[in-house]
């Protein structure tokens, strides 16, 4: 089955420092990644997604992320985190014509 | 609709209850996935709808779970004889067609607490 690690539970970072979430993944075959946030008392919402292509992908609220084939990782990443970057993040995979979810990462960003 | 509706938002039942959680899709969208997220857990997958019909119902717990879809829309997940391991936040999401690649949009969820 494929599956995604999230090998952090928490990330804090200073206001205006670049922000890494780190993300995983275990499949056979092209994977199709996704990443999503959660903000606070707020439903989930797609921010990028990779099929095939560009290894870079470009998503909302300008995140991004880069898929390694090498490292079998799919790190999302922002060049300058606002406290408002502050929520849950999850990475996820398609399996079975449905997505996994890997356990998420908490991500504060303090003033 | 303009976004996903889930309701209640907040349920609160006693332990052996019978209580059923109601998702109102995007119109138009043909693929329907209920998860479930407890405290300090990921997202935990259900059950997932193409249309009216369910090609997998793999993440069900048990039994007493069960989903069905009417009319290529509304979506209503029942759980029977509640336990206090059913308190999670039950969250749908639909996406324009089913095989995973199309992004899903959630609903806000609903809280569920089994006393």
């Known amino acids: 089955a494929q599956s995604v690690a999230q090998p952090e539970d928490q990330v804090n970072v200073a206001e205006g420092n670049p922000l890494t979430v780190k993300c995983t993944y275990s499949?056979?075959?092209?994977?199709?990644l996704f990443w999503y946030v959660q903000y606070p008392n707020r439903g989930l919402q797609f921010l990028l997604k990779?099929?095939?292509?560009?290894?870079l992908v470009k998503g909302s609220y300008g995140f991004e992320a880069e898929f390694n084939k090498s490292q079998t990782s799919f790190h999302l990443k922002k060049p300058s985190a606002l406290v408002s970057d502050s929520a849950l993040y999850f990475c996820?995979?398609?399996?079975?014509?449905?997505?996994?979810f890997g356990a998420g990462t908490t991500v504060t960003v303090r003033a | 609709g303009a976004g996903v509706s889930q309701s209640p938002s907040n349920k609160v039942t006693e332990k052996g209850k019978d209580v059923e959680l109601r998702c109102d899709p995007i119109?138009?969208?043909?693929?329907l996935y209920w998860y479930r997220q407890s405290l300090g857990q990921g997202l935990e997958f259900l059950i997932y709808?193409?249309?009216?019909?369910?090609?997998?119902k793999s993440g069900l717990p048990s039994d007493r779970f069960s989903a069905e879809r009417t009319g290529g829309s509304v979506s209503t997940l029942t759980i029977q004889r509640t336990q206090q391991e059913d308190s999670a936040v039950y969250l749908c999401?639909?996406?324009?067609?089913?095989?995973?690649?199309?992004?899903?949009?959630f609903g806000s969820g609903t809280q569920l607490s089994v006393l």
């Open positions: 499949v056979s075959g092209n994977p199709y």
């Open positions: 999401a639909s996406s324009l067609v089913t095989g995973g690649w199309e992004k899903l949009f």
């Open positions: 709808f193409q249309g009216n019909s369910a090609p997998d």
């Open positions: 996820a995979v398609v399996n079975d014509y449905k997505l996994s």
């Open positions: 119109s138009g969208h043909t693929a």
């Open positions: 990779y099929i095939t292509g560009d290894n």
